[in-house]
């Protein structure tokens, strides 16, 4: 299986995830690290994605903490981009 690597960069990301609630913060956390970060692309054959065009994915957390493989102590990022 192919090892992801998660890099949170930029203002727009950092703009939208701080503008989140500490729970939806929480939620978004877990879903990177513990769907994305370990499906990588194959997230865009499912639940957690909408095609947008010319092969582009948008990743979609609809979960709760729980759901998405969360834990009480998940750290808050900086700043994504996603790397293979």
Request: glycine share 8%.
């Amino acid at each position: 299986m192919t090892s992801w690597t998660i890099e949170y960069e930029g203002e727009a990301f950092a703009r939208f995830f701080f503008s989140l609630r500490d729970y939806e913060q929480a939620v978004l956390t877990a879903a990177i690290e513990h769907v994305l970060a370990v499906h990588g692309i194959n997230v865009c054959h499912g639940e957690w994605d909408k095609p947008l065009s010319g092969g582009l994915y948008e990743f979609r957390v609809r979960k709760s903490l729980h759901d998405a493989g969360g834990r009480r102590k998940t750290a808050r990022p900086s700043n994504a981009s996603i790397r293979s």
